[in-house]
């Protein structure tokens, strides 16, 4: 099994700037894409961005020009680099990895247990 821990979050001002990372270990033949999601309370979990194996990135336009998606395949890591923070960026965080375990198993999306990001003064 792939197991994915995010660490970074926390309390920022407006304007401020984070950065969430999230390792996955255990069991791993290989990751595909990875994506960091958010949801905020009363609202549906939101993609946030997508970076591939490859390093193609994709992000909300939400996000466009404030975030940055990251990773480091020695590592298995994914970061996201958040600037500008606003206060409608408080959420929990998520990250999500499609990996396969092993080599004769299919792929799965496997998810952190999330991280709380909150913008307040």
């Known amino acids: 099994q792939v197991q994915l821990v995010e660490s970074g979050g926390g309390l920022v001002q407006p304007g401020g700037s984070l950065r969430v990372s999230c390792a996955a270990s255990g069991s791993i033949f290989s990751i595909n894409a990875m994506a960091w999601y958010r949801q905020a309370p009363g609202k549906q979990r939101e993609l946030v961005a997508t970076?591939?194996?490859?390093?193609?990135?994709n992000y909300a336009d939400s996000v466009k020009g404030r975030f940055t998606i990251s990773r480091d395949n020695a590592k298995n890591t994914v970061y996201l680099q958040m600037n500008s923070l606003k206060p409608e960026d408080t959420a929990v965080y998520y990250c999500n990895a499609y990996a396969k375990a092993t080599m004769m198993s299919p792929a799965y999306d496997y998810w952190g247990q999330g991280t709380q990001v909150t913008v307040s003064s």
């Open positions: 970076i591939t194996s490859s390093g193609s990135t």
